[in-house]
């Protein structure tokens, strides 16, 4: 007698026990799924935009300043599908003064930077010291039959110290170019080239012409898209 009850507590016991395993928070949902383990990610490789103008939009994150009679209008290119939309500054009457027409402004200040620098370490991972293979990358247009004393000038402009590293860029080609620039390319007013990268608090394009050069010609426009910082490759435009 005793030893069927104690039979059947252990039958109870057990009935109880499996019962408490199918409780819903208990359910194993089914093997753990390893990820795989032969992908290999090109960590070295480094990324920043600092603009492009795909909303067909004036980014607010960037400055245009114009010459009299020139304007800024953000532009679709229908004939090249790697540009889109990109920045336009047009001169609409021919230029009657040197130089200066006007500029695109990239400064670390509208980037919501307090302090007015580019923390390329902390946006993008990349090495400050690496000046020979980080780059500057856009796309320019060009035209055929332009001066050659007409020019885009490329400026790097540092913080503490403060300085203007710079390259100039002749605008005489056909449609657009992809430019890849590393930074220690850019030179200062004593031929001195850039040793880092963690003082740049802006990069300015401006649009260079010389006087009376382009005579019942088309108004010329400096053309822009795709203004991105890389480290350890060339960004890829297409």
Known sequence: MIHNKITGLLIIS????VLSGCRKDNVVEGPTIKQP???????????FKLADFETGVFPSTLTAGIETFG??????DTTDQNINYYFSLVNSVNVTWDWYLGE???DAVKFGNTDSIFHFK???????LNVSNTYLNFNLGGY???TPNSSVLVQVITKNPSNAFTYSINLKWTGWKNISIPFDAFADATNATMSNIKNIKG????FLFQKGKNTNKTPLSMLL??????QNKVYQFN
């Open 104 to 106: 695109l402004r990239v």
């Open 203 to 206: 990069i300015h394009f401006t």
């Open 122 to 128: 902390k946006l993008a991972n990349m090495d400050s």
């Open 144 to 146: 055929s039959d332009i």
């Open 14 to 17: 057990l009935f109880l026990f």
């Open 225 to 230: 898209d795709n203004i991105v910082v890389t």
């Open 37 to 47: 383990v032969n992908i290999v990610l090109d960590t070295a490789y480094k990324v």
């Open 71 to 76: 304007t800024y209008k953000i532009l679709k």
